[in-house]
């Protein structure tokens, strides 16, 4: 108000600011108008996000037409659309999409930014150049530009400022604030050139951080920029930035041009993460790029509120503070960060003045008065005020009155209330001599109350401290007057030091102190007055009495005394001296003499220690202590030790020390050793530790935090990521970033110009090492043929990549061997056709075997497939065989070294496709060759001689002359592998077209001979190579017919593949010259080593020669060890152990044949189990073998694929338990197993039977359900379903020709390599959920591939969940008001009233979900009659209504899945009250004629007694009172009632009559002596004080100054004290006056002061005579009324305060005439206003003259 009462002339220029002020609002025109109606409600949106319109509407109110418009808009809906919203014109174009345009339907795309009309529909038909525009006006609130916040309302462009308001202008700056002044970012340009380098090929050109915005970087050069980006979630991402567009990188766009020459970048921003620009050297010259940026400031100075005020009341002052805040974390960080940028300035702080209040009164007490008594209990005292204090501080006393808002403090307090000291004995100590008279000490303590030893005790009372002592044996010297130790007369016997007496009642000598020493050193005299006194009692004063008044001896006025040694030394007196100088003074005591002192302090509180007395030398005059020489040193006190604190020890903490700090910032920890421990005996050091329950005391902390403050910013490297390479030298590479450890021990990421320290490596070398030789394959060459069977090859380079990272070719003897297989290999192509011959299909096939034989004992007769190659002793029989396809055996023709055979009695060519050779013998060694039609095969025969040599093979000159020339192979074919892959041949056609090379059938002797010559043969064979059995040598060489049915296993004959001594040969050519005998020797070692320990392996596995005879029958081997293999096998019939000892019994074996299966036909396969077969479209029969030994011997039964073969007349099981099938069909593919068993066990063995070679696999089709087992294992295709933790195999067998590769899948997704594939099958260890799904196992071959599934299913057995929260929502939501009860595994109750419904809940989990079943009583629940239920939750809450005692009991839900079973119960008890009576009640009198016995009621429940309320529904019984002691009464006093108190207050008296009485039975009561009352009973007394308070009454002070606040005009409020005393006037507490009526305190009063009333002045003119903003002042202030001056305003509080300004002229201003519309127009003019357009329009007359 002071600018109001302080109007000047220059008032107008404040209206003049307002009018500015005002004049900038935007005024729609049409308010000056007063024929509108209001404005009307503002419409809904136009658009609910992303910038809409909205309208509001009024009526003109005149006939006539208003002036102005009826409507406005305002923006709505300022808020940002979600991206998945998409653009409002694209919206509007598409919803014409299902609308024809010209007949025909389009897809349409908005046109934006159209320069002609922004705010037309304009669209573009998709895929055409058609724009068409659909509609005159886009919707109100629809952007004009793509670009810009403009929009459209009623199809014009309308201009929107950053604000969001129509019609601003307001921009944002460079960082993005509207209206902003650009200070919260700052401008980042710079230029970086290029230094990339072979070895280095990327860096960062800058990083351009979170929230910067007009990006904009151009490249100059050949290199290339790329983008990388970290999300301030740490997500991280790249982007090649490849070609020119506009793309979306973590949100934020990127619009990128790609030239020959430069690259140019821009973003708008804001960036939504962390852009690091990086840029790769793509050619030799360097680039350059030039960048410019915002970048925001994320760490700006935040102002605090102000700290809490320095004073509560009465005046005090408060700050604010500023602290560092982080934008982007939205945390307070440390202050450097605001200091890195130099635009942050610091605000400084503020300061204000607070709680101006003025204090109420206080209470304040000066200090207590020292205490009246320094122990036994004393008082003090203090003075207790009542102050006020001021704002500036100045404390003044004012009326009590003032602070009885708050008790008074006390004045008066005891204090020192403790006991006083004592003088406490301690023990004598042993005599000082062993004999004779000597002296014993004792330590007198003045202990407090605290125990300590302390002053303040009465010297009258201390006892003494040593006396004389005696020892009874004697000491055989003369007896000396003194004791032993008392020498000289000054060290005579220890005294008590004198006290100074006490004057008394009766007459006594009264010693002064001693005067001082009359010499300084050496033995002087001291003097004393001593006057026999007396205290007269009366005036306690103290008078002098003649020396004959007092009785006994007067004390010594005069003695000896001893000021220490002259210069130093102790004289040394002889004892005539001693009496000389010191005659007469025996009774004088020494000066100086040894004294106990009390006792140290004990060593140990507890557990034992030791207090050892404190020995001094004192004067004993003065009582200080002296020098240790002055006291005679024999004559010391014994040293005086004593036990303490014997009680053990507690259990306590026994504490380590603090460990170093883990970190020296940002918080790190210390941890320290507690434990408990008991300390038992400190002597024995016996120390116990004990459990942690047993100390009482808290636990101390074990750990601590230590270095609590933010670390400097420093580099912290992630771990090395995997060198790129094993060897040969890799680099590695690590991320660096720059961080601060926080002191909350959080990590913040900085910019790394926060980082001082140089930057730590990101990248190292490693891995320097030469890398192991390897070979370097070329690829394969195509195949050697375009049809057919042919090679392909790849040459080998041994390469070493050494420790600089450089490769380098070396010596191929420093690589492995290589093997043959991995430079050549076989390769198929389509079979060739050949002119003027049948197909391939239909061509003769023989069917070859590509092996190498070595016959290593003697035989009567091998059997043998042509394909091979035989080394053979002499004089054994030979059968060769051709088996053939598709041709009829008596048409194979044989020949031997290309001429041709004909039977002899040598050599036999049998019509049935066989030759047979008897007794070899040299001239038989030779090449034979099976020709069936174009087909043909070779077999190769060499001899062996008696020193295991080869024998060499007479050629005849006629035999190489008449070799046809064509004959010679090439090496390429002799080298050439055939195809032979479980049981299926590929045919030899062309290798027998070719011929045979002259060299072709020797490539193998070397290596035979080598191998015949290795030693280390087991002894059995070496005896064979020499021994020749006679019994053979003699044996007839007749056929046995039935052998050629079958081709026979060779007996003690090596046979390998081809291949494998091919792959020998073919390592041993890649050797270098020089090594190659090495490698030769070593490899044969090798192999022979390989056969011996394989023929260790089989001959472990023969029966003993008991249970056989020759030749051995032997169980084959199950695997190929080297390559070779003992094929052994009786020809002996079946029976032949007939007769001969009783064999043991032995569980099955079924014999595992390696045989091939064999084409006995075109039509026919024989094959053993192991095998596989591959059905072919003219298969006619297939006969599986199955061989079983055993004792008993074994019963065979068949089964496919896992079910009994059901035969028929095409499924035939024959004698010798084999299977043949007949016209084989599709159905019959699969595996078929053989089963022998017996009653010790069985065995079974699968053969694989697969259409054309394709694969097949052995399923299941079973569900597995495994609860108890640790692991199963099924065959795949089978379901699993088991319980967590256990080991799973699924076996995968699969047959197919060739071998089918087997590939497992989960889910569809191949499996890697952790999961453990084992020969097929799939080990799945530990189960757990995570390995639920579909396991798949796929086969594949050349013919095709199979995929089988396996579900796995994990069951989790039915059990209580550990939360139940679930279970009771569902309770709650079935049955919100339902009591319920939840079952479990012990049983649960619930208590119910008859009537009721409850609900029982079954919580349970499993998988998959359990069944539920519910039981009453043992029944299913719907079995039980009467009870009212239903099943609700899917079964898991069962609800019982209208319960009754049928339905009460036990109810159990029983939880059922595959995996488990689980019973949980409930029991609901039915409660019901009744009323019992039961016991009568006490009888209410013991005689007269008035006693009687309530029956007692009770409400029970269940036998139980309950509140009585529960019954209140119960009809209660009907009881009656029963007569009880009906009799006469004994005599006895009768008292009447006191009368009334003769004082109300103060002591009175009451009295009453007292008589003795006699109650009849009859009731009446009469007189009787009081004699007979008092027999019995003491008289009551008659009289008693009663009324004995104090009498009290309220007292009251007069009224104070009516000086209150003001309440009204001339009304103040004034104060008075109300308190409680007596009538005599001691003050009492309130409390005692609280019966009575309290007279009041305050009340209100005349003042002058309050003469007050508030005064106005007249309204000013007004500001406008028009329009809305005029308006006028006056001043209003309070006054006194006599006065008429103004006081404070809050005099005048009582009444409302006048306004002091109001609008005016609120009328619509006329424009049709030119005049002035404000009284300031003067003003305009002067101050040149004039030409602007809101003041021109205001002062329109005085302008226009301007």
């Not at 410019?292 to 760490?299: M, N, S």
């Amino acid at each position: 108000m002071e600018c109001c009462r302080r109007a000047t002339p220059g008032t107008p220029l404040l209206f003049l600011a307002f009018l500015l002020l005002s004049s900038r609002t935007a005024r729609s025109e049409e308010d000056r108008d007063g024929l509108w109606d209001a404005w009307g409600p503002w419409s809904e949106c136009s658009r609910t996000c992303g910038g809409g319109a909205s309208y509001s509407l009024r009526r003109c109110l005149s006939s006539k037409s208003c002036e102005g418009r009826n409507i406005r808009y305002r923006t709505c809906s300022n808020v940002d659309c979600p991206p998945e919203a998409g653009d409002f014109r694209a919206q509007q174009c598409s919803a014409h999409n299902d609308v024809k345009h010209h007949g025909q339907f389009y897809e349409w795309l908005p046109v934006s930014n159209d320069p002609d009309n922004p705010c037309s529909l304009k669209c573009q038909a998709k895929g055409t150049t058609l724009v068409v525009e659909l509609a005159p006006k886009v919707l109100d609130g629809t952007r004009c530009y793509t670009e810009s916040l403009d929009m459209c309302i009623s199809g014009l462009c309308q201009i929107v400022g950053c604000d969001h308001q129509l019609g601003s202008t307001i921009k944002e700056d460079n960082c993005g604030v509207c209206n902003g002044d650009g200070s919260t970012c700052r401008l980042v340009r710079g230029q970086y050139k290029s230094q990339l380098s072979a070895t280095k090929l990327d860096d960062t050109v800058v990083a351009i951080p979170y929230g910067s915005r007009h990006i904009r970087l151009v490249l100059k050069g050949p290199d290339h920029l790329y983008l990388e980006t970290k999300t301030l979630q740490g997500a991280k991402g790249e982007n090649t930035l490849s070609s020119t567009g506009t793309f979306l990188v973590d949100n934020s766009s990127v619009d990128f041009q790609k030239f020959p020459d430069k690259e140019i970048l821009r973003m708008t921003g804001p960036l939504t993460a962390d852009f690091i620009v990086k840029i790769h050297n793509s050619g030799p010259a360097d680039s350059s790029v030039q960048f410019i940026f915002y970048q925001p400031i994320i760490h700006r100075w935040r102002e605090t509120d102000f700290f809490p005020c320095s004073a509560t009341c009465g005046g005090g002052y408060q700050l604010t503070s500023a602290e560092c805040y982080d934008l982007r974390s939205n945390r307070v960080v440390a202050d450097q960060y605001c200091h890195y940028y130099p635009e942050n300035i610091k605000p400084k702080p503020k300061l204000q003045e607070c709680n101006l209040d003025p204090c109420p009164a206080r209470w304040e007490a000066t200090p207590w008065t020292a205490c009246s008594s320094s122990c036994g209990g004393g008082i003090q005292s203090r003075a207790v005020s009542c102050v006020e204090e001021d704002i500036q501080g100045h404390v003044t006393s004012v009326e009590e009155w003032k602070c009885m808002y708050t008790p008074k403090m006390p004045i008066v307090q005891p204090c020192n209330i403790f006991d006083c000291p004592k003088w406490l004995a301690q023990e004598w100590s042993p005599c000082t001599v062993t004999c004779g008279q000597g002296l014993r000490y004792r330590v007198v303590l003045c202990i407090d109350h605290r125990g300590m030893h302390t002053g303040g005790c009465s010297p009258k009372t201390k006892p003494h401290i040593k006396e004389e002592c005696v020892i009874p044996t004697p000491c055989y010297k003369p007896k000396e007057k003194l004791p032993v130790e008392a020498k000289l007369p000054w060290y005579k016997q220890a005294q008590e030091l004198e006290e100074g007496a006490a004057v008394s009642e009766e007459p006594s000598f009264i010693p002064e102190a001693w005067s001082a020493c009359t010499v300084t050193c050496g033995v002087g005299t001291q003097v004393r007055m001593v006057r026999c006194q007396v205290l007269l009692p009366f005036s306690q004063s103290v008078a002098d009495l003649p020396v004959d008044e007092c009785e006994g001896p007067k004390p010594a006025s005069q003695r000896a005394c001893y000021a220490g040694p002259c210069h130093g030394e102790v004289p040394e007196l002889t004892p005539e001296e001693t009496d000389g100088l010191f005659g007469g003074l025996q009774d004088f005591d020494e000066l100086y003499d040894w004294e106990y002192e009390g006792f140290t302090k004990c060593s140990e509180s507890c557990g034992g220690g030791v207090q050892e007395a404190v020995v001094s030398c004192l004067n004993k005059q003065t009582r200080e202590p002296a020098d240790e020489n002055l006291c005679v040193t024999s004559r010391r006190p014994p040293r005086l030790l004593k036990s303490c604190s014997l009680d053990p020890c507690p259990a306590r903490w026994e504490i380590g020390k603090w460990s170093p700090c883990s970190l020296t910032c940002g918080v790190g920890l210390q941890t320290r050793d507690v434990f408990c421990s008991h300390l038992l005996s400190r002597e024995m050091n016996e120390t116990v530790i004990l459990a942690d329950e047993l100390c009482r005391q808290p636990k101390p902390s074990t750990v601590q935090a230590c270095n609590r403050f933010n670390c400097p910013p420093a580099w912290y490297p992630a771990q090395w990521q995997p060198c790129s390479r094993t060897c040969g030298g890799g680099i590695q590479k690590r991320e660096v970033l720059c961080k601060q450890r926080m002191a909350d021990g959080s990590f913040l990421e900085l910019p790394e110009t926060f980082c001082s320290a140089s930057k730590l490596a990101s990248q190292q070398a490693c891995k320097k090492d030469d890398c192991p030789s390897e070979w370097l394959l070329s690829d394969w060459t195509e195949c050697s043929t375009s049809c057919g069977e042919g090679t392909q090859t790849r040459s080998a380079i041994c390469r070493q990549v050494l420790k600089t990272g450089v490769s380098a070719i070396v010596n191929s003897s420093l690589c492995p061997p290589l093997p043959f297989s991995s430079s050549i290999r076989p390769c198929m192509l389509a079979t060739c056709a050949r002119p003027g011959r049948p197909s391939s299909k239909h061509s003769p096939h023989i069917a070859a075997a590509r092996k190498v034989y070595i016959q290593t004992r003697r035989q009567r007769k091998l059997h043998f497939v042509v394909g091979g190659f035989a080394y053979l002793l002499p004089k054994t029989a030979v059968v060769l065989r051709c088996p053939t396809r598709r041709f009829r055996k008596p048409l194979i023709t044989w020949e031997k070294d290309g001429h041709h055979l004909i039977s002899s009695a040598h050599v036999t060519v049998a019509p049935f496709g066989y030759l047979k050779i008897h007794r070899l013998k040299p001239s038989d060694a030779g090449v034979y060759t099976c020709s069936a039609g174009p087909a043909r095969e070779q077999f190769v025969i060499k001899l062996i001689g008696g020193n295991r040599k080869l024998v060499a093979r007479p050629l005849s000159p006629r035999s190489e002359e008449e070799a046809p020339a064509g004959r010679k192979a090439s090496p390429k074919e002799a080298l050439h592998t055939h195809k032979h892959q479980n049981g299926i041949f590929s045919n030899g056609s062309k290798a027998e077209k070719r011929g045979p090379a002259t060299d072709a059938g020797s490539r193998y002797d070397d290596l035979v001979s080598r191998l015949l010559e290795q030693g280390g043969w087991p002894g059995e064979l070496l005896a064979a190579w020499e021994v020749q059995d006679s019994a053979e040598r003699n044996a007839s060489s007749e056929e046995d017919q039935n052998a050629e049915q079958a081709p026979r296993p060779l007996p003690f004959t090596m046979v390998t593949e081809q291949r494998r001594l091919d792959d020998i040969l073919r390592n041993l050519s890649q050797q270098p010259e020089e090594l190659r005998d090495v490698h030769r020797k070593h490899l044969v070692a090798q192999l022979a080593q390989d056969i011996f320990r394989s023929h260790l392996e089989h001959r472990d596995a023969l029966p003993k020669p008991s249970e056989r005879r020759p030749p051995p029958l032997a169980v084959p081997p199950r695997k190929h060890v080297s390559g070779f293999s003992s094929s052994l096998r009786t020809s002996a019939p079946a029976g032949e152990a007939v007769g001969g000892p009783r064999r043991p019994h032995r569980k099955p074996t079924i014999l595992r044949k390696i045989s091939a299966a064999q084409q006995l036909s075109a039509s026919e396969v024989v094959t053993h189990l192991g095998q596989t077969v591959a059905l072919a479209s003219g298969t006619l029969s297939v006969l599986l073998h199955c061989e079983a030994i055993g004792t008993p011997r074994p019963t065979i039964s068949w089964a496919r694929n896992g079910e009994a073969v059901q035969f028929s007349d095409r499924i035939l099981l024959q004698p010798d338990d084999s299977l043949q099938i007949l016209a084989p069909v599709e159905a019959d593919v699969g595996f078929y197993t053989c089963n022998a068993t017996n009653a010790l066990g069985y065995d079974s063995v699968s053969i694989a039977v697969t259409l054309a070679g394709k694969p097949l696999v052995k399923t299941s089709r079973a569900t597995v359900i495994n609860t108890e087992e640790p692991a199963i294992t099924v065959d795949v295709g089978s379901t699993i379903k088991t319980v967590q933790g256990v080991n799973v195999t699924i076996n995968c067998q699969v047959a197919g020709v060739p071998e089918a590769e087997v590939t497992w899948f989960r889910n569809k997704s191949k499996l890697g390599s952790p999961h453990h594939v084992h020969e097929g099958s799939l080990l799945l260890t530990d189960v757990s959920p995570s390995d639920q799904g579909l396991y798949s196992c796929r086969a594949a071959n050349l013919h095709g591939e199979l995929t089988e599934n396996t579900q796995l299913l994990l069951l989790d057995p039915p059990q209580v969940p550990t939360q139940l929260e679930d279970i009771r929502a569902l309770l709650s939501a079935t049955g919100p008001n339902l009591p319920s009860v939840l079952t479990s595994p012990l049983g649960a109750q619930l208590v119910l009233d008859p009537g009721n419904s409850a609900l029982v809940g079954c919580p349970i989990k499993g998988h998959p979900t359990p069944n539920i079943t519910w039981f009453h009583g043992g029944q299913p629940v719907a079995t039980v009659p009467g009870l009212t239920h239903h099943i609700l939750a899917a079964g898991q809450i069962l609800q019982v209504a209208n319960l009754s005692g049928g339905s009460q009991g036990e109810f159990s839900c029983l939880a059922q899945n595959e995996a488990g079973i689980l019973v949980q119960k409930a029991s609901l008890v039915i409660q019901d009250y009744w009323w019992s009576v039961d016991r009568l009640a006490t009888c209410s009198a013991s005689c007269g004629n008035r006693g009687i016995q309530q029956p007692r009621l009770r409400c029970l429940l269940n036998s139980t007694e309950v509140n009585p309320t529960h019954c209140a529904g119960k009809v209660r019984p009907a009881v009656q009172p029963i007569a009880c002691n009906r009799r006469d009464c004994p005599s006895r006093w009768m008292v009447t009632s006191w009368s009334a108190c003769t004082r109300s207050c103060g002591g009175g008296v009451q009295t009453r009559r007292v008589t003795c009485q006699k109650l009849k039975a009859s009731g009446i009561s009469t007189p009787v002596s009081n004699d007979l009352c008092t027999q019995l009973a003491k008289r009551p007394v008659d009289t008693q004080a009663c009324n004995q308070q104090l009498c009290v009454e309220w007292a009251f002070s007069s009224w104070g100054q009516c000086n209150g606040p003001c309440i009204g005009p001339h009304l103040a409020v004034q104060h008075r004290q109300v308190f409680c005393q007596t009538r005599d006037g001691i003050t009492l507490p309130s409390e005692q006056c609280s019966a009575l009526p309290r007279p009041v305190s305050t009340q209100n009063c005349w003042s002058e002061a309050c003469s007050v009333h508030w005064r106005v002045s007249l309204w000013s003119l007004c500001t406008a005579t028009c329009g809305n903003y005029g308006f006028q002042a006056r001043r209003v202030e309070c006054v006194h009324a006599h006065t008429n001056k103004a006081v404070p305003e809050h005099l005048c509080s009582w009444g409302p305060r006048p306004a002091n300004w109001q609008r005016c002229n609120i009328t619509p201003c006329e424009n049709m005439e030119c005049r002035d519309t404000t009284r300031y127009c003067e003003k305009v003019k002067q101050l040149k206003l004039c030409q602007l357009s809101q003041f021109k329009s205001r002062c329109c007359g005085t302008c226009g003259k301007a």
